[in-house]
């Protein structure tokens, strides 16, 4: 399993941007998917985006066009880019790591990092 750290996270402005980063330990990082899952109150934890180890992505649709996730695997870091933020995007932002070819289904994940809290204020 690999060991996950986030950052970035606060609060922003609607219409404002913020850029996530995880952390992973391991040298095996470059051939996992990685993904990110955010949870809102009272609301299960959902997927965001996600990125396979050559570069392919997958978003949700609540978050296409607006959202970019990105990774550097010399630095076994991945990136959420999120650009037009709105109220509605205000949650726990959860990295996590994958070591199959699935990258929407949550339950192929087996690493998560702690969470990052992302407000966006109306």
């Known amino acids: 399993q690999v060991q996950l750290v986030e950052s970035g996270g606060g609060l922003m402005q609607a219409g404002g941007s913020l850029r996530l980063s995880c952390a992973a330990s391991g040298r095996t990082f470059s051939t996992r998917v990685m993904g990110w899952f955010r949870q809102g109150p009272g609301k299960e934890r959902e997927f965001v985006a996600g990125i396979r180890s050559a570069g392919s992505t997958y978003y949700a649709d609540s978050v296409k066009g607006r959202f970019t996730i990105s990774r550097d695997n010399a630095k076994n870091t991945v990136y959420l880019q999120m650009n037009s933020l709105k109220p509605e995007d205000t949650a726990v932002y959860y990295c996590?790591?994958?070591?199959?070819?699935?990258?929407?289904?949550?339950?192929?994940?087996?690493?998560w990092g702690q969470g990052t809290q992302v407000t966006v204020s109306s």
């Open positions: 996590a790591s994958n070591p199959t070819i699935w990258i929407a289904s949550k339950s192929q994940y087996d690493s």
